[in-house]
């Protein structure tokens, strides 16, 4: 088992900054790689970015150039750090860790950009 806690959400002005947090516990050495979702109000959970144990990362086409995911394996903690926000950014995010049978994740944390 495998548990994520995600911290960091809040209300931001556009063109603002963000960094989300997710602490790992459990059986944190059966996490083969790490990521972002989010899923806005009527819409479908999407990625937002992926980091494997490696360090290669993933972006979606939408944040890319705007976002930077990390990870800390000494806190078993990886981050999202979001700048230049749009309020269609506005979405819960949630921290999602893969291992070979399971995917996991977190609770999710709010991000809201008011215009």
């Known amino acids: 088992q495998v548990q994520l806690v995600e911290s960091g959400g809040g209300l931001v002005q556009a063109g603002g900054s963000l960094r989300l947090s997710c602490a790992a516990s459990g059986n944190i050495f059966s996490i083969r790689a790490m990521g972002w979702y989010r899923q806005a109000v009527g819409k479908q959970r999407e990625l937002v970015a992926t980091i494997s144990n490696g360090g290669s990362t993933n972006y979606a086409d939408s944040v890319k150039g705007r976002f930077t995911i990390s990870r800390d394996n000494a806190k078993n903690t990886m981050y999202l750090r979001m700048n230049s926000l749009r309020p269609e950014d506005t979405a819960v995010y949630y921290c999602?860790?893969?291992?070979?049978?399971?995917?996991?994740w977190g609770q999710g944390t709010q991000v809201t950009v008011s215009s």
């Open positions: 999602n860790a893969e291992t070979l049978l399971h995917n996991y």
